[in-house]
C-alpha cells in the first residue's frame, strides 16, 4: 500500500508546483524590492526633564459661564436678542481691564447705549449667526463684537448655547480677524502672522469635557486671500518706455 500512496502523492505535488509557476507569469505577486528600514524620532536632550503640568494655564478663562438676566424662550436662541446679551455681560463685567470681558472703556459705552438689535449701523455688536456647534441638534448663537481698532484690538467673538432654559456662553476670544468661517460645526478663525506670506489659522470646536469651544487646532499656512502678499509684477509691466 505504501509504493501506492507514494505514486498518487507525487502527482499532485507536481501538478501544484506547476499552478503556482504558472501563476507567477500570469500577473501573481512580484517582489517590489527591499523596504527601506522604518526609522524612529530621535529625541533631542534626553537629559531635560519634561515640564511639569502644573506650569501650564487651565481651562478657567475658557469655563462656561452663565449669562446673567437672559432666558432662552423654549430653548430657541433665535428668540434671543443678540445685543441684550452683550450688554448682560457688559453690565456684569464693567471695569475688565484683561482675560474674555475686556474691552476699551468706550466701545463698553456705545454697547450700552445701543437700540434695537445686533448688526445695526453703528453699533459695536455685529450680526448674530447661528449654527449648532456642540452636536446638539440645537443651534447655537455667535456673535461678533467691533473693539474699534481692529489692528490693536481685533473683534471680539463669543458663542453661547443654552441649558435647560440658560444662556451660557461657552467660547470667547478677542484678536485681530482677516475671516471667520463656519466649517461644519467649526469655528475657523484666520489672523496675520509675524511670517511674511503666512498667517494663523485657528479652528476652534467643541469639547464635551470642558463644555467649551477650543482652539484644537492652531496652524501657520501659506496666506490667501485678502491677507496674501501681491505678486510680483513682470518684467513686462515693470518696464516703462
Known amino acids: 500500500m505504501k509504493p501506492r500512496s507514494a505514486a ?22 512580484k517582489s517590489a524590492g527591499a523596504t527601506p528600514s522604518a526609522v ?13 503640568s502644573d506650569t501650564q494655564d487651565d481651562l478657567g478663562d475658557v469655563k462656561p459661564e452663565v449669562v446673567p438676566g437672559i432666558k432662552v424662550p423654549d430653548g430657541d436662541l433665535h428668540r434671543v436678542n443678540a445685543l441684550a446679551v452683550v450688554q448682560a455681560e457688559v453690565r456684569a463685567h464693567p471695569d475688565e481691564a484683561t482675560g474674555q470681558d475686556a474691552m476699551p472703556a468706550e466701545i463698553r459705552t456705545k454697547i450700552l447705549d445701543c437700540e434695537g438689535k445686533a448688526g445695526d449701523k453703528g453699533c459695536p455688536v455685529m450680526t448674530a449667526y447661528y449654527r449648532d456647534l456642540t452636536g446638539s441638534g440645537k443651534d447655537e448663537l455667535i456673535v461678533g463684537i467691533d ?10 467673538i463669543r458663542a453661547y448655547t443654552q441649558d435647560e432654559g440658560r444662556l451660557v456662553r461657552i467660547m470667547s476670544t478677542t484678536q485681530p480677524v482677516i475671516s471667520a468661517e463656519l466649517a461644519g460645526r467649526d469655528l475657523i478663525l484666520r489672523s496675520p502672522a509675524q511670517f511674511a506670506g503666512y498667517e494663523f489659522r485657528d479652528v476652534w470646536s467643541w469639547d464635551g469635557s470642558a463644555r467649551s469651544m477650543l482652539p484644537k487646532r492652531m496652524e501657520i499656512v501659506e496666506a490667501t486671500g485678502a491677507s496674501a502678499p501681491p505678486p510680483a509684477a513682470s518684467p513686462s509691466a515693470a518696464a516703462t518706455p
Request: with cysteine; charged share 15%.
Open 40 to 52: 524612529g524620532p530621535a529625541r533631542l536632550w534626553p537629559e531635560l526633564p519634561p515640564a511639569r
Open 147 to 156: 473693539l474699534g481698532d481692529r489692528d490693536a484690538y481685533g473683534i471680539g
Open 8 to 29: 498518487l502523492v507525487l502527482p499532485a505535488v507536481a501538478l501544484l508546483a506547476a499552478t503556482a509557476v504558472g501563476c507567477g507569469s500570469a500577473g501573481g505577486l
